[in-house]
Structures are given as C-alpha cells and as structure tokens.
C-alpha cells in the first residue's frame, strides 16, 4: 500500500482544514487508516483511526469533538476534517494504515507528512 497524504497548511486558530490520504496498491477494505502528528521536539501522538471495514472509529482524546476521520470507499481515500483548530495542533500530520485490527504505534504503511501549522 502506498499513502499519499495533502491538504495540510497554515490557518487561524478557530479554522478549519481537511486532511486527505490517498491509498494506491491495493484496497484498504481490510485495513485500520489513521492519522498521526509530531509536532517540534515532541514524540509522534497518534490523532485517529478508522476500520475501513465497518468505518469504526477511535480518536485521542485531544482532539474528540473537533476532528472527525472518514474514508470514501470508492477513492480509496481517507479523510480528517479538523475544525476549531488550537495552536497546539501544530505539527507534522502523517496518514498510516495498519493490517492488524486497531491501529498501533508501528502500523507498517506510512504516507509523508503534511505540515498543519495554526496561528494565534
């Protein structure tokens, strides 16, 4: 699988953004799709995820009630629409997919990262 993640930019804290990853190689039926950050000098935190099967999902908790994950079976494609958006959501946002049936800390399938970067 091949994950090619956009959409990332610079906004006001309160804006919006719509994260995209797009999955080539094979269907992610049978995978869990998710979102990670890292922002500067702090570890990678995982955001959320989705079961492509079944469309489950599974957020931290700092961004439940602001971000929602989604997918579009047809184009293969995952989404994460962030709304109210802090500054402390700045960071690195990188699409992962995992086979197993929850996301994990070493899912196996990266995308590259797309900067989010919220002003104050």
């Known amino acids: 699988v091949q994950l090619q993640a956009s959409g990332g930019g610079l906004v006001q804290a309160g804006g919006s953004l719509r994260l995209s990853c797009a999955a080539s190689g094979r269907t992610l039926s049978s995978y869990v799709m998710g979102w990670f950050r890292q922002a500067p000098g702090k570890e990678r935190e995982f955001v959320a995820a989705?079961?492509?099967?079944?469309?489950?999902?599974d957020y931290a908790d700092s961004v439940k009630g602001r971000f929602t994950i989604s997918r579009d079976n047809a184009k293969n494609t995952g989404y994460l629409q962030m709304n109210s958006l802090k500054p402390e959501d700045t960071a690195v946002y990188y699409c992962?997919?995992?086979?197993?049936?929850?996301?994990?800390?070493?899912?196996?399938?990266w995308g590259q990262g797309t900067q989010v970067t919220v002003s104050s």
């Open positions: 989705i079961r492509w099967s079944g469309g489950s999902t």
């Open positions: 992962a997919a995992d086979r197993r049936a929850t996301m994990t800390a070493d899912p196996g399938y």
